[in-house]
């Protein structure tokens, strides 16, 4: 599916229509800086991507755009419209409202832009970028998109799980629970507990046959074991209360407290000592994060981009579980003790005990009693540190001592009772927990599976990655050995670093070395050039489909040899699909007129940008001396000198072309003649060798050979005064550019419209156009 | 490349094996989050935390009807 035009009105750059019309064949646009090729880039970008644009999307530019891609000038009335044309008949016509919602038709179809146009600023953007985001940006082109996103939204889920089910809280309790199961039944069973709260059942309520179920009987239990209680002398209840005070088991709750701080104190300490080292460099960090696309993580020492900053953090919080979960126990020990201090408040303040807290009161436990009547027990859960502990060791355990003395002296039948109930009370919390142990245990299965499927889903990704990366490597490889050939960089692959998830990096071998980034080495102009192999590696994955290939300056950086190679590269690898290749790089794409088959490519270039309203405009001619012409009124000697420019590049590719001797120079002078050299060649050699036909014969081509002459006169006196002098005038200008341009246009034939050298003629040293209305004899200058 | 159903099946397979315990339901949910419309999009926070509260709910054994008790 090729593209037939590309029409833009009041889009970016573009005023009045403007169509790019590569007719279904491949096309170079060439254009000074800011003449408008990239709009016509930008109107695929809008189209492929629902209206956006990447490079566009900032905070000036508004949510839809709607700032950025109507041209800045549009008067009122005018619409911003763009339409894309296909060979196949189908097209694409968008209308941009000032709002920025659009008003389509047609569709483009399931296109990747990332595999269909790369700018030059993507290729910088994708080699400088880090691990995770060279790994974002391969991902969708290798079709695993969805993967990512499945096995990103398991893990969502699975943090989900986790925090509803409050897993680490309700696992701190249940710890607690178990400890005091273990303190009230040693190692019983739950059927041993549950054949206990049976037969004291039995014992309490013989007359009641309702349930069988564990709970209910203890709660049925309880109620007859207070009845009874209830029915007591004052002298019994009081040694009840005071069994209940004697009861608190505040020692163990201290000691579980002191423990959980002690542990996390442990913990705690080289964690501080940890962030606090994590601090200081991650303030340095912060300041160099909008300047460097790859950070080192202070934490681990990996490399990390920005936008995964956030990632990371999560998974370093991963890490700490196991610090918070020693946090939440000593939360949940905090629990326990506020609870049981509540508890001995509650007993010792009850009616029944009055007469032994009167007698206290006069004793040694004064100070103890008035320690538990200022004490805020509520406190104790948020906030308890070894003072407070000390501070309940040394004046409350004496209370519960004191209270457990005097319930000695109670009589047999009451302490049984209050056994007993002891007994059912600690069972019923045991068989409630047990309910939630199977509940926790459930939400802790639950995350770990869903954890476990996310990690299969990341061996997938990484498997098949592998595979489309083993696929592209060797593509890239042979890319890259056509644009270098015999230089010292090979074996360049993609590869799935083992040490970091979501990542990917290029690897190769620097004059025998391996090494893990092109980065270490590679110079800029390498960089580039590598990342347009990766680039052309995946847009190749996609011959079937014939999609164009849009590549926006992408050799700005190479040098001339590596640039010449591209067009060596682009018609091995691509013969067959369409190319649309922009560039501003006049050397370069004159060259590329000269190199490329006419059958399948078009050449057109662009004059410089003069102002919105004007909009962009196509230049007539395939040449790019409209870019001299531009500035012939406001500086004539930039035009002339420009000229001179143009025709140093054009003159010395039509002698390579007729094959034109020229003197030996020493050393690098060979690969600096000038158009004056070429020039003075081609005007000796052209009066033996380039001939037109006239009825059945051939003769010298003499109008060709004074156009060449008064280009080189022309060349000579004035070129040269518009590069030293500087006193060329806008006339002069003028006619030496109009000079030099005839002069590349009498190589042309007036009938067939092709060059000189378009084919070898029959016989040999001739070359000839199409037609063989001129023809030029090489080798005979 | 897409999610093509039989590496999945393969992996909700495998998990399940080492997972007997855990309902028919649970495995249904999880799959369809590799499948579809939940592997397009990131799925927002409201909408995550109803699915991990159904997956808990389906976690929990189906009680037995009266009709079986009987």
């Known amino acids: 599916m090729r593209i037939k035009t590309i029409s833009l009105s009041w889009f970016r750059g573009a005023a009045d229509p403007i169509s790019m019309e590569p007719d279904c064949k491949s096309m170079v646009v060439y254009g000074v800086n800011g003449s408008g090729k990239s709009s016509f880039v930008d109107a695929i970008e809008y189209v492929l991507s629902e209206g956006r644009i990447g490079h566009l999307a900032h905070e000036y530019s508004g949510k839809k755009l709607e700032n950025a891609v109507p041209n800045t000038h549009k008067p009122q009335g005018k619409k911003t419209t ?6 196949d008949g189908s097209e694409v016509n968008t209308e941009i409202r000032s709002d920025g919602s659009t008003k389509t038709s047609g569709s483009i179809g399931p296109w990747d832009y990332r595999r269909t146009v790369l700018r030059q600023g993507e290729v910088v953007e994708f080699i400088q970028n880090t691990k995770g985001g060279k790994y974002s940006a391969l991902l969708p082109l290798f079709g695993l998109q969805p993967m990512e996103v499945a096995a990103e939204n398991l893990r969502q889920v699975a943090k989900n799980v986790e925090n509803l089910s409050q897993l ?6 249940l710890a607690q629970a178990n400890l005091k199961r273990r303190a009230a039944f040693g190692a019983a069973t739950d059927d041993q507990i549950v054949k206990k709260i ?8 013989s007359e009641k046959n309702s349930t069988k179920d564990a709970i209910p009987r203890c709660k049925e239990s309880v109620i007859a074991i207070d009845a009874k209680i209830a029915q007591l002398s004052a002298d019994q209840a009081r040694h009840i209360a005071l069994r209940s005070v004697g009861n608190v088991d505040l020692k163990s709750d201290i000691g579980t407290v002191r423990a959980t701080i002690l542990k996390l104190a442990g913990e705690l300490d080289p964690l501080i000592s940890h962030k606090l080292a994590v601090l200081q460099p991650a303030e340095t960090l912060l300041g160099k994060l909008p300047d460097e696309g790859e950070v080192e993580c202070p934490a681990c020492g990996r490399l990390i981009g920005a936008d995964k900053f956030r990632d990371h953090v999560r998974f370093e919080l991963e890490r700490l579980r196991e610090i918070r979960e020693t946090f939440n126990a000593r939360n949940a020990a905090m629990g326990c003790l506020c609870d049981d201090v509540k508890i001995l408040k509650l007993s010792i303040s009850k009616p029944e005990v009055k007469p032994w807290r009167e007698e206290a009161a006069r004793g040694e436990l004064a100070d103890c009693l008035d320690y538990l009547s200022t004490l805020n027990a509520d406190a104790l859960r948020t906030a308890c540190n070894e003072p407070d502990l000390q501070g309940i060791e040394k004046k409350l355990l004496p209370l519960i001592v004191a209270a457990d003395s005097a319930t000695a002296e109670a009589p047999a039948s009451v302490k049984e009772l209050l056994d007993d109930k002891q007994t059912v009370e600690a069972a019923k919390a045991a068989i409630e927990s047990k309910g939630q142990a199977a509940d926790v245990a459930r939400a802790d299965a639950l995350a770990h599976l869903i954890r476990a499927v996310e990690q299969t889903t990341r061996e997938q990704i990484r498997l098949r990655s592998n595979a489309v990366i083993a696929e592209i490597s060797e593509d890239i490889k042979k890319m890259w050995s056509i644009l270098h050939p015999g230089e010292a960089i090979e074996d360049i692959c993609l590869y799935l670093p083992k040490d970091a998830d979501k990542a990917i990096d290029i690897g190769l071998k620097f004059h025998g070395k391996l090494l893990d980034s092109p980065r270490l080495t590679l110079s800029e102009g390498y960089r580039n050039s590598l990342g347009l192999c990766i680039f052309l590696a995946m847009a190749r994955r996609e011959a079937v489909h014939d999609r164009p290939v849009i590549l926006d300056d992408v050799v700005v950086s190479l040098d001339r040899n590596h640039r010449g190679m591209i067009v060596q590269l682009l018609g091995e690898e691509f013969a067959g699909r369409q190319i649309l290749l922009m560039t501003h790089d006049r050397d370069w794409y004159t060259e590329l007129r000269q190199q490329l088959d006419e059958a399948s490519w078009t050449f057109k270039t662009l004059l410089p940008y003069e102002s919105p309203k004007i909009g962009i405009r196509w230049s007539h001619k395939t040449t790019t001396f409209d870019d001299a012409r531009a500035q012939m009124k406001e500086r004539p000697d930039s035009a002339g000198n420009d000229a001179r420019k143009i025709m140093d590049v054009e003159l010395a590719l039509i002698a390579e072309r007729l094959q034109i001797k020229l003197p030996y120079l020493r050393f690098e002078k060979n690969d600096r003649r000038s158009a004056y050299d070429f020039l003075m060649r081609l005007v000796a050699d052209a009066k033996k060798c380039f001939q037109v036909r ?22 000579i006196s004035w070129a040269n005064r518009a590069s030293h002098s500087f006193d060329l005038t806008s006339s002069e200008a003028s006619k030496l550019i109009e000079a030099c341009e005839k002069a590349i246009e009498c ?15 029959s016989g040999a040293e001739w070359l000839q156009c199409h037609c063989g209305e001129i023809r030029w004899r090489y080798g005979k200058g | 490349m897409s999610n093509d159903p039989e590496w999945i099946t393969a992996a ?14 649970v495995w249904t949910n999880v799959e369809n989050l590799l499948r ?28 037995p009807t009266r009709e079986g008790e009987k």
């Open chain 1, 82 to 87: 763009l339409s894309v044309k296909f060979c």
């Open chain 1, 168 to 173: 680490e809280a309700r696992k701190a309790v």
């Open chain 1, 198 to 205: 049976a037969v004291l059942h039995e014992k309490y309520c």
């Open chain 1, 694 to 715: 006239t009825g059945t014969d051939f003769v010298a081509h003499e109008k060709a050979v004074e156009t060449l002459s008064l280009a080189d006169k022309l060349l």
């Open chain 1, 747 to 761: 190589f042309k034939c007036s009938t067939c419209r092709k060059y000189v050298w378009f084919t070898e003629a």
């Open chain 2, 12 to 25: 909700i397979q495998s998990a399940s094996k080492l997972n007997p315990s855990v309902p028919d339901a």
């Open chain 2, 36 to 63: 579809g419309k939940f592997s397009q999009r990131s799925i927002p926070p409201v909408e995550l935390a109803g699915i991990a509260r159904q997956l808990i709910e389906d976690m929990v054994p189906a009680r």
